[in-house]
């Protein structure tokens, strides 16, 4: 039997949506400074079922550790051609891709901050959004939400994988003995 919506968990998503928001290195005809890096990975299910038509959302600091935010006192600074925000969908393997730069470190309440991009999840099936964070340095690298997480494997998890010069890779395992770090927000 397939289940239908009446007896899955939503939410459920539109197969298609806003081409484009998942490259955040353009905006208001602007091209963002810093080095262009591509993120990819797939959000997979316990056993590496892969999650089709999931949402992954992405926020960061630009190039410069800023973000294109009010609550961030260094606003006004922030690069014009990075968008600092940007959402994919999953496809029929649990591939998710993003064109984006790779974002500064930055100092916040005076502690020192490793480059990292915030991820928060949405897939059929879950109740609540998962969200969880890419770090871009050597796991010894010291920041408040890494350290976080005692488990040696597990901050592992939490660690981009260079793929080349301009591309990283980051699959998100939403449930089982290696899944990865969500974060209360």
């Not at 502690?111 to 991820?119: F, G, M, Q, S, Y």
């Not at 408040?144 to 040696?152: A, E, R, Y």
């Not at 939490?158 to 969500?182: C, K, M, N, W």
């Amino acid at each position: 039997m397939t289940p239908s919506p009446y007896t899955t968990i939503g939410p459920f998503f539109p197969s298609m949506f806003s081409d484009g928001t998942n490259d955040l290195t353009r905006c208001g005809g602007r091209v963002a400074q810093g080095q262009h890096i591509i993120l990819t990975g797939r959000v997979l299910e316990e056993g590496g079922v892969p999650t089709v038509n999931s949402i992954v959302e992405i926020w960061q600091a630009d190039a410069s550790g800023v973000f294109r935010h009010p609550l961030d006192p260094r606003a006004s600074q922030a690069d014009p051609g990075f968008a600092g925000w940007g959402r994919a969908r999953t496809d029929a393997d649990g591939r998710y891709q993003f064109r984006t730069v790779l974002p500064g470190s930055y100092t916040e309440n005076g502690v020192a901050r490793c480059p990292h991009i915030n991820l928060m999840i949405l897939a059929i099936g879950l109740t609540r959004r998962l969200v969880t964070t890419v770090f871009f340095g050597p796991e010894s690298a010291a920041d408040p939400v890494l350290d976080s997480v005692q488990d040696k494997p597990a901050r592992a998890r939490l660690l981009a994988v260079r793929d080349d010069a301009q591309s990283y890779h980051f699959d998100i395992l939403l449930r089982g003995e290696a899944e990865t770090p969500f974060f209360l927000d």
